[in-house]
């Protein structure tokens, strides 16, 4: 009995032990499996070990000014140890309070939030450490499951085996999204309070520490209520774990949060320079790389001369418009009585964003301190705040005014939501206004001025000894065409091409006295007459090129044959086709106004062929020098033409666009021109420079002489002939058709030429000092007349003329270096400037023109060579 007893018992724990083995067994199956299940498919952490993400291309000016920027995630990076520790510590306190604690989960926390979760009946609240937040937002889907939450805890604990606390601190202030389009917290703190995360206080960082939870539900610019409450939780969750006393939590409450207003970098300053980079960025290292890669990019815009430059054209164009029929004020009401029977007659029942409206002017206002004006716009019984400055109140140099006026829009050319005007509206004037944003509470309508003018312009300019481009302005407004009039139009120059004729005839033997024929030419079925329909017989050259003497500028053509006279401007650097034929020497081929600028800079340069640079250097992410010195040219004429058609194809689709509600140039893919070239360094080369941190800290120091790209070009022509068409575009500034400008020559000697086409379709100006060149072209881009008598020095000059205001008094300059083989003689005209052999005893004039001859004897005392014209 007893043995069968101890049978059972032995059969009992048999069992038993069986039993648990399998279970055992199925349990460490279970275990496995689930394991498995969880980490089979677990994406690697080399995307977090190895670091790398997204980065935003930035263009930065001359001295440094951040004036474009590129990127689908609006990043930039900022290192661990530049975090100030109140920023650390605001993130921290509502994040993960044990961060440095816990293995990459906090269990604690965990149940917190299970226990939460348990009593609403569904997920409404997360355990993660910040940890598991890197994970999530570099690794996994931002799904609420069970299963997601196991992978990502997983994953945290295998991130903290294989990273320090402060390396997944670096990764988490980086990466993470704040809203607004920003990533990062160095990005979040410029966008939201425009300084770095490195200038902020406690205030601004518990502010910033309210957004990751839900950007949009907190995003300040839309619910500031909503971020300001949530700020002060955290404020307070500081003060109750530690992370700072009472003190600073006091300031930090009675701090006034200002948000910075929304800008958009790539049109406030320089918005055709900036597409021009966008172009050649995206042609040479394709378009992942422009938005994705992280180029740092210098170039050389002067940022007070493009606004400058953009201001001045804007001016001009204006006052054509109104000179034209085309006014800003559609009219005026001369009384209250017929503002408000105007006023009355609008049945608007409501405005809407983008669409534009007739205005009357209720009230005007001005801010003395910035000369800015405030014009409340009646619509109906709707109001709407105007922005405006007069552009005779500018300075000649100053950069955007930092102005808190609304954070809704930005406008072109540095000044943020404020339209430019040559007058002071009035009240009772009658404009057309287009709705920026929709009323909020307390806070009238933000509307700007819908004005756009029938005529077009452009403005480039660069400096003379570089070729650096300071400026370029391509057209009226970018945001209404993107279509590059100084680097894509062809159009015709007319009399401002006169001086590349007369530069081949210098070559060819004549002299700035020789005599020319000004009186009537016909040649088969063409017959140009001059711009007055008069004659003046026989002229000295320089005379007729300062009187802009149309025949006799034929005359010289004839004489040196316009074969040798368009090779003759291909050495000056034209490549858009020049016909061969008479008309040539009225402007009578196509070419682009950085062809025009480019050829009169060998002028102003002694003789020189200066590509035009715009690229000073750019850095690749990693800070790696891999480019400098880049030039700007088309290498056909095919491609300049295939440019020009691709930038009017834009600007039709971008109407199109507009015209259902969207915006073409935001959401289209803009066409790569192919006409870029660039000098490339090599490996040996790169090691030499500056890193990409230091050469930026130069730059806005002004102390970057000497680091750029010092290529000046080689000599095309003598620096002799240089010298003489210096000269005799001297004398149009003296005594021809750029007298306007004689106001400048106080300031700094100044050279120049206008032109005219048939029918004033072209207006131009090109002129220099020793130190910028600059170029203004004004037409239609229909190719329409833009009105009678609207010449270059009426229509076009007065554009150059503000413009140089600002760059005189910036770059002063002395005089042009005159030449070892130039003396200067007397003649009946004044002292002339003539080109020598070795020993000046006699001037050679091969080549002269009409069958007159120049001859010249050496005075008595040998100090002056008398000239005498037989006739």
Do not use: C
Request: charged fraction near 25%; hydrophobic fraction near 35%.
């Amino acid at each position: 009995m007893k043995r069968q007893i101890n049978l059972r018992k032995r059969s009992k724990i048999k069992s038993t032990i069986i039993t648990f083995t399998i279970l055992l067994i199925i349990t460490f199956v279970f275990i496995y499996s689930m394991y498995w299940y969880f980490t089979h498919d677990l994406p690697d952490l080399t995307k977090i070990t190895g670091y790398k993400p997204y980065l935003t291309t930035e263009i930065y000016s001359s001295d440094g000014q951040l004036i474009g920027e590129f990127g689908t995630e609006r990043r930039k990076l900022i290192p661990y140890e530049e975090i100030p520790p109140l920023v650390k510590n605001a993130f921290i306190a509502v994040e993960d309070k044990r961060f440095f604690e816990h293995k990459g989960v906090d269990l604690k926390r965990v149940i917190g939030a299970l226990l939460k979760n348990i009593e609403e009946g569904e997920i409404v609240q997360g355990g993660s450490t910040i940890t598991q937040q890197v994970v999530k937002n570099l690794v996994l889907s931002p799904e609420r499951s069970i299963t997601r939450k196991v992978k990502e805890a997983i994953l945290a604990y295998k991130m903290e085996k294989n990273l320090s606390k402060e390396e997944i601190l670096y990764i988490y202030f980086n990466h993470i999204y704040f809203g607004d389009g920003t990533y990062g917290i160095e990005a979040a703190s410029r966008n939201y309070f425009g300084k770095s995360t490195t200038e902020i206080n406690l205030a601004e960082a518990t502010f910033l520490a309210a957004l990751p939870k839900a950007p949009g539900y907190y995003n300040p610019r839309l619910h500031f209520d909503r971020a300001k409450k949530r700020q002060e939780l955290i404020l307070k969750i500081m003060e109750d774990e530690g992370f700072a006393n009472k003190e600073q939590i006091n300031q930090a409450q009675e701090y006034k949060i200002a948000i910075a207003p929304r800008r958009n970098t790539n049109l406030e300053i320089a918005p055709y320079f900036v597409e021009l980079i966008r172009q050649y960025i995206e042609n040479k290292y394709g378009s992942k790389a422009l938005i994705e890669g992280g180029y740092t990019v210098f170039t050389t815009l002067d940022v007070d001369l493009s606004l400058a430059g953009g201001r001045a054209l804007k001016q001009g164009i204006l006052e054509l418009e109104s000179r034209e029929g085309n006014p800003i004020v559609i009219k005026h009401l001369n009384n209250q009585k017929e503002i408000d029977k105007y006023r009355d007659s609008q049945n608007t029942s409501n405005l809407e964003k983008d669409k534009s409206y007739q205005g009357t002017v209720l009230s005007v206002t001005k801010d003395n301190s910035t000369n800015i004006f405030t014009a409340v716009i009646g619509i109906g019984k709707y109001l709407g705040n105007l922005k405006f400055i007069v552009s005779s109140l500018l300075p000649n140099l100053q950069q955007s005014p930092q102005n808190p006026l609304s954070d809704k829009y930005t406008s072109p050319y540095g000044y943020n939501n404020i339209d430019l005007l040559p007058f002071e509206l009035r009240v009772g004037d009658v404009v057309v206004v287009k709705v920026k944003a929709l009323k909020e509470e307390k806070v009238n309508y933000i509307m700007s001025l819908d004005f756009i003018p029938e005529s077009q312009g452009a403005l480039l300019a660069m400096d003379v000894s570089s070729g650096e481009i300071k400026a370029i302005i391509g057209g009226y407004d970018f945001t209404d065409s993107q279509f590059n009039r100084a680097t894509q139009a062809l159009r015709q120059p007319g009399s401002s091409f006169k001086p590349i004729v007369y530069a081949a005839a210098i070559d060819k033997g004549y002299t700035e006295t020789t005599f020319v024929y000004d009186m009537p030419v016909t040649i088969k079925d063409w017959a140009p007459q001059n711009y007055d329909g008069s004659y003046l017989g026989e002229i000295p050259m320089r005379e007729a090129l300062a009187k802009s003497r149309n025949l006799a500028s034929v005359r010289i053509l004839m004489d040196i044959n316009p074969s040798y006279a368009v090779h003759y401007a291909k050495k000056l650097g034209f490549t858009s086709h020049l016909s061969p034929y008479l008309a040539l020497a009225l402007g009578g081929s196509d070419v682009r106004l950085i062809e025009m600028v480019k050829a009169f800079n060998v002028f102003a340069s002694g003789g020189r062929l200066v590509e035009p640079k715009f690229i000073v250097r750019i850095y690749d992410r990693d800070g790696k020098l891999v480019e400098e010195g880049t030039t700007w040219k088309y290498s056909t004429t095919e491609e300049a033409e295939k440019a020009e058609r691709e930038g009017k194809r834009l600007d039709i689709l971008n109407q199109i666009a507009k015209s259902v509600g969207r915006n073409a140039f935001t959401e289209q893919t803009k066409p790569k021109e192919g006409n870029l070239t660039e000098n490339n360094l090599d490996d040996n080369t790169k090691s030499d420079f500056l890193t990409q941190k230091e050469f930026l800290s130069l730059l806005q120091k002004g102390d970057s002489k000497g680091l750029t790209s010092s290529k000046t070009g080689e000599h095309v022509i003598s620096p002799e002939t240089a010298y003489i068409m210096t000269d005799m575009l001297q004398a149009v500034i003296s005594e021809g058709t750029g007298r306007s400008a004689l106001e400048l020559t106080s300031t700094a000697p100044i050279a120049g030429k206008t032109g005219t086409t048939n029918d004033f379709t072209d207006a131009w100006f090109i002129g220099f000092s020793p130190k910028i060149i600059a170029g203004v072209w004004v037409g239609k881009d229909n190719h329409k007349s833009i009105g009678q008598g609207e010449v270059g020095g009426k229509a076009a000059l007065p554009i150059w003329i503000d413009f140089m205001k600002a760059a005189l008094s910036k770059y002063p300059s002395g005089n042009f270096k005159v030449p070892d083989r130039i003396q200067f003689v007397s003649t009946p005209y004044g002292f002339i400037p003539y080109k020598f052999d070795s020993s000046p005893t006699t001037i050679d004039f091969g080549g002269t023109a009409n069958n007159y001859e120049d001859t010249a004897s050496t005075s008595s005392s040998g100090s002056e060579i008398d000239f005498l014209i037989r006739r």
